[in-house]
């Protein structure tokens, strides 16, 4: 058989709570900064979580061409925008003469936030909405481009129409998976042939009142309004439930044959991709990890690496996991039931931490930007933390990088993201060698 297509990543970019570029988001990690805030976006002092960890301060309209033609693009539509034309530039694609029809994107779909704005027709004396001032300010406030907004299909429109994008193009939502599902399928996109360079990744935002609602609904939100930068706290004894971030993270996928046309250095290889249900309930792990495991599983078996073995320098093969760690009591606990059982004696040996104790949940966005961590992990030899582990749970024995940032040899990183409907994926990337 034929040797795989190698897949390479040449660009990326993220628009993030911590920052909205490499060096500075990265220098935020590093040093265990906070970007979780009271919630601006509306009033949330009466709700249960009142804090989130939101992007500030940033204008898409600098990273467009024309702004005119995004000016109605979703909140999340113009973290994408952003982004991508970080990983474009990073990937040197402006400089060149590119097929377009050979030029994909298959990125994270979401529908614009603007359908759950409020319509201030709540009635509180009534305890009812009043349809008549409902409807007055639905016609006043919302605009027939709005509504095609709403379509899920957006996001990728937009960044085609910035890029000249003309070739395949895909979208999915699967939850907290969705953006690592997207370029593990879009690096399959590649080494089928069918595309040269696929632009992948995911944009979300739920920091909205129905969205902070829900996970209230759910019990999946901390709400330690007392300390709210000390809220997320995955592997924590006190954790108590997630905090709602936002953003974008987007990667430039290139065949390795096309990079080297271009005279283009990769930044790191993509060397396995692993998918997988639970089967098992709509917003829980199956308790003993299976799903998970097996995408681990695949996505070590399609880099070739054993999960048990050791390297030349005596050493696990895989040397960071970025871990899911939401900061929930099952999601941190069947995480690493589940490193456990594929790395066996392994596991202690392989530090693990979780960025969203600095930055929050991204949901369908945040295995990119996690992804794009572990490329910068090994570009740097450095370890991001997993911050507020200052009381730890005395069940989750593994090693996640408590508190500190801390230098290590990096050559190889996996990272997980699992999502609610029981999906799972995983990446593996390496640095780069001929």
């Known amino acids: 058989m034929p040797s795989p ?55 898409f309209t600098q990273y467009v061409k024309d ?64 349809g008549k001032i409902w409807a007055q300010a639905a016609q006043d406030r919302m605009h027939r481009f709005d509504e095609i907004e709403q379509e899920p299909i957006m996001p990728a429109a937009h960044l085609a129409m910035e890029f000249g994008v003309r070739g395949p193009v895909y979208n999915c939502l699967t939850a907290c998976a969705a953006s690592t599902q997207a370029i593990g399928e879009a690096v399959n996109i590649l080494q089928r042939g069918d595309a040269d360079i696929m632009i992948s990744g995911g944009a979300h935002t739920m920091i909205h009142e129905l969205g902070i609602t829900g996970f209230i609904r759910l019990t999946a939100l901390s709400s330690r309004t007392d300390n709210i930068e000390g809220a997320s706290r995955p592997f924590s004894r006190t954790r108590d439930g997630f905090v709602m971030g936002e953003g974008a993270g987007i ?47 695949e996505a070590l078996g399609q880099a070739g690496l054993d ?12 040397h960071y996991i970025s871990a899911h760690g939401t900061g929930t009591k099952e999601n941190d606990s069947i995480e690493t039931r589940a490193v456990k059982k594929v790395f066996g004696d392994n596991a202690p040996a392989i530090p693990m931490s979780s960025i ?6 991204l949901i369908a966005a945040a295995g990119a930007v996690e992804l794009i961590t572990c490329a910068l992990a090994i570009e740097h030899q450095m370890l991001p933390p997993t911050i507020n582990l200052t009381d730890p749970d005395p069940d989750l024995d593994l090693d996640y990088v408590p508190n500190e940032a ?6 190889t990183c996996l990272s997980n993201s699992f999502g609610f409907g029981g999906q799972n994926d995983t990446l593996i990337i390496r640095r780069f060698s001929e």
Request: proline content about 5%; overall charge negative.
């Open 67 to 130: 702004a005119k033609r995004h000016e109605h693009a979703g909140t999340h539509t113009r973290f994408a925008l952003g982004a991508a034309r970080q990983a474009w530039s990073q990937a040197k694609l402006d400089d060149t003469s590119l097929d377009m029809r050979r030029v994909g994107a298959y990125l994270v779909l979401d529908f614009n936030n603007y359908a759950f704005a409020n319509l201030n027709a709540w009635q509180p004396e009534q305890n009812a909405i009043d």
């Open 406 to 411: 801390r230098p290590s040899e990096v050559e």
């Open 356 to 361: 969203k104790s600095m930055m929050g949940h």
């Open 251 to 297: 990667v430039i996928l290139e065949t390795l044959e096309h990079a080297r046309q271009r005279g283009v250095e990769p930044i790191v290889e993509v060397i396995g991709y692993g998918s997988s249900a639970d089967a098992y309930r709509i917003t829980d792990i199956q308790p003993e990890g299976n799903g998970p495991a097996a995408a681990m599983g």
């Open 307 to 318: 999960p048990e073995g050791k390297g030349a320098d005596g050493r696990p093969p895989v």
């Open 5 to 59: 297509t190698r897949v390479v990543i040449t660009g990326m970019g993220w628009i993030t709570p911590l920052g909205h570029d490499l060096d500075t988001v990265w220098s935020n990690l590093t040093k265990g900064a906070s970007g979780v805030r009271p919630i601006e976006r509306f009033e949330a002092k009466t709700f249960s979580t009142n804090f989130a960890a939101q992007v500030r301060d940033y204008d």
